[in-house]
């Protein structure tokens, strides 16, 4: 089974830009779908951002898209959420997770790691 690491979170301005990096263990990182959710204080968990195994299909939320970009590396075993134009309600900690598939990851990931605060100020 696949580990997860993610790194990159922080604090930035309204308006800014961060890259979150997700690090996966192992030798079968590209038979994994990837996808990244959030959880803000004192709310569920929700699904931002899911990419197929060999990185030709992605999903995004609605309140991400336009604005957020997953993408893949899987000769470097990572998987990358680019965010532009942060806005404060983008504030929460961010989760790298895996399935074998690109719909099973954007609802029920059998991974995950263990997160990275965000934090937008306004």
């Known amino acids: 089974q696949v580990q997860l690491v993610e790194s990159g979170g922080g604090l930035v301005q309204a308006g800014g830009s961060l890259r979150l990096s997700c690090a996966a263990s192992?030798?079968?990182?590209?038979?994994?779908?990837m996808g990244w959710f959030r959880q803000a204080p004192g709310k569920e968990r929700d699904f931002v951002a899911a990419i197929s195994r060999s990185g030709g299909d992605t999903i995004y939320s609605d309140s991400v898209k336009g604005r957020f970009t997953i993408s893949r590396d899987n000769a470097k075993n990572t998987a990358y959420l680019q965010m532009n134009s942060l806005k404060s309600e983008d504030t929460a900690v961010y989760y790298c997770?895996?399935?074998?598939?690109?719909?099973?990851?954007?609802?029920?990931?059998?991974?995950w790691g263990q997160g990275t605060q965000v934090t937008v100020s306004s």
């Open positions: 997770a895996a399935a074998k598939a690109i719909v099973v990851v954007s609802t029920t990931p059998t991974t």
């Open positions: 192992g030798r079968t990182f590209s038979s994994y779908a």
